[in-house]
């Protein structure tokens, strides 16, 4: 039986917009994500997996990744039109499902997983961190990342025993719905798209899927006051205050990486899943640290938190599992 197909999306602006500037977040390169991936390649050719898909890049960083090792047959979905903007790799996505893609492999921040779960949205991803907002993805070494893909494409461990469903927060807007993977949080920024720091005293409400103390970010915010993890089935409700208006709460959190801020809370409870939140403009509602979409005056979207949203491969449970079933040694 051969080994299923499994996609490899690479954003490669990942790492490097405006908040290197504003904050001091780290950067990847377009040599850092090459590195990744060939080390994943190859960590799955070792167990067997040598088909992968991967969409159109003008930086060829699959392309110059895999150059060199011959025994991998990388598919380039060159039916996909590239628009540079983040539909692309929402496309992406979907056409991998469509090729019958086991998994993903994402290297992108919160906001590239976002769009992946889009375009596939009970997917199994593999996300590993290259960009600013790191909630979702995770570090893991992309040797054994590619290790743990190996195993579930050849079909050595189950996808189903490693693949945790993640929950996410649903958005409904008039007509059009949306998602977001870790946070929702309603500003009154003028700027649809705008990259840079939130700054505190636009921030009005917030819904959390999950509240790390752990984290940098919405989901630190939260998290400092009261962690909610990814496992729970509730998520985390926040009304904000200005400062200097005397909140319940006010908590110094890391906003982005290296930078600090004081937050005002007004309000903060806990809500369980497909509990509606509505949240009437004139605001902008951000996803996952990215403003994304304006609710004008007289309007309300809904919040609230979906408990079936994509899967999420556990590696080291993965490689444990393999391990007890003597997948790495001979006798």
């Known amino acids: 039986m051969s080994a299923a197909p499994i996609g490899l999306l690479v954003n490669p602006r990942s790492g490097s917009d405006v908040r290197r500037a504003v904050a001091a977040a780290a950067s990847s390169t377009f040599e850092d994500k090459i590195s990744i991936v060939r080390r994943v390649v190859l960590g799955a050719l070792e167990h067997g997996v040598d088909h992968f898909v991967t969409m159109p890049d003008h930086h060829r960083i699959v392309a110059r990744a895999t150059e060199t090792i011959r025994a991998a047959r990388v598919e380039v979905l060159d039916d996909l039109a590239i628009t540079h903007t983040e539909d692309d790799s929402r496309r992406a996505a979907a056409a991998m499902a469509e090729r019958g893609c086991l998994l993903a492999v994402v290297l992108g921040g919160d906001g590239t997983n976002r769009v992946v779960a889009q375009g596939w949205p009970q997917g199994a991803l593999l996300p590993m961190s290259t960009g600013t907002n790191n909630a979702f993805p995770y570090y893991v070494e992309p040797t054994v990342a590619g290790t743990a893909v190996g195993l579930l494409g050849s079909g050595q461990v189950a996808l189903d025993d490693v693949a945790l469903v993640q929950k996410v927060i649903g958005v409904r807007h008039g007509n059009e719905r949306d998602l977001a993977l870790i946070d929702a949080v309603a500003v009154t920024d003028p700027y649809v798209g705008s990259l840079e720091l939130f700054d505190p005293d636009t921030m009005q409400v917030a819904l959390l899927a999950r509240a790390d103390p752990a984290a940098i970010g919405f989901s630190a915010v939260g998290g400092l006051i009261e962690p909610v993890a990814a496992g729970e089935a509730e998520g985390l409700f926040l009304e904000f205050a200005a400062v200097e208006n005397s909140p319940a709460l006010v908590v110094r959190a890391p906003t982005a990486p290296g930078h600090y801020s004081s937050i005002g809370v007004r309000s903060v409870r806990r809500v369980g899943p497909g509990e509606e939140i509505a949240v009437a403009g004139p605001v902008l509602l ?19 938190i979906e408990p079936a949203g994509p899967r999420v491969i556990d590696v080291r449970a993965v490689m444990h599992r393999a391990a007890s079933d003597g997948a790495f040694v001979t006798r």
């Open 286 to 304: 951000a996803f996952d640290g990215e403003r994304k979409r304006r609710v004008r005056e007289g309007e309300v979207a809904q919040l609230w």
